[in-house]
């Protein structure tokens, strides 16, 4: 049977091209639109959430998907890069969003082949099991450099 779960947010304006958001989780940030759409530089934008949640999401469904594929992770670490279509009548789309993770794995004595299949597979599983990237319509593209350590 079928599940679901409810997320909240609140923002309020705080003027010009401020706003404050509360996170149903606890934190709480200021937030602009980003400096080409008349916000502010050097703080949180709805642009940035989008990609961190994408980024967010498919790292942490990583580390369950490393856990299941009995992976030593060591490390992981993601820069993720959303990329913006702006049409002729100012409609805006994020039409694809890109992320390079760099997934370092103690190797265990294990073949660095056969470990590094299982870490593709994981990476696999993350992103089939990401609730954000099946949520959107931007294309997923992963591009991984993968570090077994011995």
Avoid at 12 to 31: S, T, Y
Wanted: proline fraction near 6%.
């Amino acid at each position: 049977m079928s599940q679901t779960a409810v997320y909240h947010t609140t923002v309020n304006w705080k003027g010009e091209h401020w706003g404050h958001l509360a996170l149903g989780n606890g934190p709480e940030m200021d937030f602009s639109a980003p400096p080409d759409a008349q916000g502010h530089p050097g703080v949180f934008t709805p642009e940035d959430a989008f990609v961190a949640a994408a980024n967010t999401c498919i790292m942490m469904m990583f580390i369950w998907a490393a856990e299941r594929f009995k992976l030593k992770l060591l490390s992981y670490e993601c820069r993720a890069e959303g990329t913006k279509l702006v049409e002729l009548d100012r409609t805006e789309l994020f039409t694809h969003l890109r992320f390079w993770p760099v997934i370092r794995i103690a190797a265990g004595g294990e073949e660095p082949a056969v470990i590094e299949a299982r870490v593709r597979r994981a990476l696999q599983s993350a992103q089939k099991y990401s609730l954000v990237a099946n949520s959107v319509k931007s294309k997923i593209i992963v591009e991984p450099k993968i570090e077994i350590i011995p």
